[in-house]
Protein backbone atom coordinates (compact mmCIF):
# COMPACT_ATOMS: atom_id res chain seq x y z
CA UNK A 1 0.00 0.00 0.00
CA UNK A 2 1.88 3.54 -1.05
CA UNK A 3 2.07 5.54 1.99
CA UNK A 4 0.74 9.08 1.10
CA UNK A 5 2.54 12.54 1.35
CA UNK A 6 2.30 15.90 2.44
CA UNK A 7 3.86 18.11 0.74
CA UNK A 8 4.70 21.58 2.32
CA UNK A 9 5.28 24.66 0.41
CA UNK A 10 6.19 27.96 1.30
CA UNK A 11 5.54 29.41 -2.05
CA UNK A 12 8.86 30.73 -2.69
CA UNK A 13 9.69 30.85 -6.59
CA UNK A 14 12.70 28.31 -6.27
CA UNK A 15 9.61 25.28 -5.62
CA UNK A 16 8.83 25.32 -8.78
CA UNK A 17 11.51 26.62 -10.55
CA UNK A 18 13.59 23.49 -8.78
CA UNK A 19 10.74 21.18 -8.32
CA UNK A 20 11.11 20.97 -4.49
CA UNK A 21 8.75 21.29 -1.03
CA UNK A 22 9.89 23.23 1.82
CA UNK A 23 9.27 20.10 3.29
CA UNK A 24 7.74 16.32 2.73
CA UNK A 25 5.72 14.35 5.23
CA UNK A 26 5.53 10.99 4.84
CA UNK A 27 4.12 8.93 7.80
CA UNK A 28 5.43 10.26 11.04
CA UNK A 29 8.62 11.69 9.16
CA UNK A 30 9.22 15.66 8.02
CA UNK A 31 12.06 16.14 5.92
CA UNK A 32 13.06 19.46 5.90
CA UNK A 33 14.89 21.01 3.09
CA UNK A 34 17.63 22.77 2.88
CA UNK A 35 16.77 25.99 4.23
CA UNK A 36 18.58 29.50 4.37
CA UNK A 37 18.25 32.58 5.53
CA UNK A 38 15.14 35.19 4.02
CA UNK A 39 13.00 37.46 5.57
CA UNK A 40 10.13 38.62 3.24
CA UNK A 41 12.06 37.18 0.24
CA UNK A 42 15.10 38.87 0.84
CA UNK A 43 18.89 37.46 2.65
CA UNK A 44 18.69 38.08 6.26
CA UNK A 45 21.39 39.10 8.19
CA UNK A 46 24.08 39.09 5.33
CA UNK A 47 27.16 39.11 7.01
CA UNK A 48 26.35 37.19 10.04
CA UNK A 49 26.39 33.72 10.59
CA UNK A 50 24.84 33.49 14.45
CA UNK A 51 21.58 35.53 13.35
CA UNK A 52 22.01 33.58 9.89
CA UNK A 53 21.09 30.59 11.60
CA UNK A 54 18.75 32.22 14.11
CA UNK A 55 16.61 32.75 11.54
CA UNK A 56 16.99 29.87 9.32
CA UNK A 57 15.76 27.53 12.88
CA UNK A 58 13.11 29.82 13.25
CA UNK A 59 11.83 29.49 9.25
CA UNK A 60 12.70 25.37 10.03
CA UNK A 61 10.16 25.47 12.81
CA UNK A 62 7.66 27.22 11.19
CA UNK A 63 7.89 24.82 8.80
CA UNK A 64 7.27 21.65 10.86
CA UNK A 65 4.65 23.37 12.94
CA UNK A 66 2.84 23.11 9.78
CA UNK A 67 3.23 19.51 9.48
CA UNK A 68 2.24 18.70 12.95
CA UNK A 69 5.61 18.34 14.32
CA UNK A 70 8.03 20.63 16.53
CA UNK A 71 11.68 21.15 17.39
CA UNK A 72 11.73 18.35 20.09
CA UNK A 73 10.55 15.86 17.09
CA UNK A 74 13.98 16.79 15.28
CA UNK A 75 15.91 13.73 15.31
CA UNK A 76 18.94 15.29 12.74
CA UNK A 77 20.49 18.13 11.29
CA UNK A 78 22.83 18.78 8.62
CA UNK A 79 24.42 22.06 8.44
CA UNK A 80 26.09 23.56 5.52
CA UNK A 81 28.26 26.57 5.68
CA UNK A 82 30.92 28.79 3.72
CA UNK A 83 33.15 28.94 6.11
CA UNK A 84 34.30 26.30 9.12
CA UNK A 85 35.88 29.07 10.94
CA UNK A 86 32.39 30.33 11.65
CA UNK A 87 31.53 27.14 13.75
CA UNK A 88 31.70 28.80 17.38
CA UNK A 89 28.87 31.06 16.02
CA UNK A 90 26.51 28.63 14.11
CA UNK A 91 27.02 25.90 16.57
CA UNK A 92 25.78 28.84 19.36
CA UNK A 93 22.90 29.37 17.39
CA UNK A 94 22.00 25.23 16.79
CA UNK A 95 22.42 24.75 20.58
CA UNK A 96 20.02 27.43 21.80
CA UNK A 97 17.28 24.99 20.14
CA UNK A 98 18.79 21.89 20.21
CA UNK A 99 20.82 22.07 23.79
CA UNK A 100 18.21 19.60 25.57
CA UNK A 101 17.13 18.17 22.10
CA UNK A 102 20.35 17.43 21.35
CA UNK A 103 19.90 15.62 17.59
CA UNK A 104 22.21 13.95 15.51
CA UNK A 105 24.09 16.46 13.40
CA UNK A 106 26.71 17.67 11.10
CA UNK A 107 28.38 20.58 10.14
CA UNK A 108 30.47 20.54 6.59
CA UNK A 109 32.35 23.67 5.25
CA UNK A 110 30.94 23.99 1.42
CA UNK A 111 32.47 25.97 -1.30
CA UNK A 112 29.42 27.77 -1.68
CA UNK A 113 25.55 28.17 -1.56
CA UNK A 114 23.00 29.04 -3.99
CA UNK A 115 23.93 32.79 -3.66
CA UNK A 116 26.73 34.86 -1.60
CA UNK A 117 24.90 36.43 0.63
CA UNK A 118 23.89 33.26 2.84
CA UNK A 119 26.50 31.90 5.02
CA UNK A 120 24.56 28.81 6.40
CA UNK A 121 22.06 26.43 5.05
CA UNK A 122 20.22 23.96 7.46
CA UNK A 123 18.21 20.70 6.38
CA UNK A 124 16.37 18.70 9.42
CA UNK A 125 14.57 15.14 9.67
CA UNK A 126 11.96 15.15 12.58
CA UNK A 127 10.32 11.79 13.61
CA UNK A 128 6.74 12.59 15.46
CA UNK A 129 6.41 9.71 18.27
CA UNK A 130 3.30 10.75 20.10
Known amino acids: MSQSKLHILTGA ?3 NLVGY ?3 VKAG ?3 EVS ?3 AIKEGLPY ?3 DPYEQTVRILEIIRK ?3 QGGADMADVVRTRMYVTDISQWEA ?4 HAEVFGEIKPATTMVEVKALISPEFL ?3 EATAVITD
Not at 90 to 93: K, T, Y
Open 13 to 15: KWE
Open 21 to 23: SRA
Open 28 to 30: NTI
Open 34 to 36: GTV
Open 45 to 47: AIG
Open 63 to 65: TLL
Open 90 to 93: IGRA
Open 120 to 122: VEI
